[in-house]
């Protein structure tokens, strides 16, 4: 009872002095693979039903997100590591994988003040220039990166790096972690009602 009484008093004075005043932006694209009568004209997107994708934005035009690059790996390396962490437009995030019209997408709006934004920005402009991990199938992807920002940012619990892996193969499990959390919080949390009929998408 005194151990959260104290937590209660260190939470209450950590807002007085460090308000919120800053969001942070969490994007989801829903994995998704094309309906047979369409196969000859839509896209196919990496991973299929269990793909997707997940990016960090701390504004609406600038998402971070971290992809592969040159040779694909299937377990990780360290030299070379063929990874980048990149930033784009909302619109050039949702075409990561191939042009579709109206991607079914997940956005989740984190209240966070300014030194948090700050820690992302630099963290991020930091992996831009030096990435900090390889992209692997087994290893480091979108979800499992994402998630290990998000930990630097305090904003999830920090685990090692193949607990990250192994918690955050593929987008779904992340997603749902931080529904639950916005579902607590009272984070916003906004689900794209348009999506293309042309294409079966993952379900929550």
Known sequence: MKYKLLSLLLL??????????????????????????????????????HGGHVGIGTSKEKIYHFLPQNHF?????HNPRNSKFIYSSADNFTQVFGKIDSPKMMIIAIPISKEVK?????????????????????????????????AHAGIVKRKKLSST????????????????????????????????????????
């Open 12 to 49: 209450i004075s950590t807002l007085k002095t460090n308000a919120i005043s800053d969001t942070l932006f969490v994007y989801f694209l829903y994995g998704s693979k094309p309906k047979e009568e369409f196969k000859q004209t839509e896209s196919k997107w990496f991973g299929g039903l």
């Open 73 to 77: 790996h299937i377990i990780k390396h």
């Open 118 to 150: 700050l820690k992302i920005d630099s963290l991020h402009i930091q992996y831009q220039d030096s990435t900090p991990y390889d992209y692997a199938f087994i290893g480091m992807r979108c979800a499992a990166a994402s998630y290990d920002v998000l």
């Open 165 to 204: 892996v192994i918690k955050n193969f593929y987008p779904k499990p992340l997603r749902n972690n931080l529904r639950k959390k916005a579902k607590k919080k009272k984070w916003s949390c906004i689900l794209s009602t348009d999506e293309s009929k042309k294409r079966t998408w993952e379900k929550d």
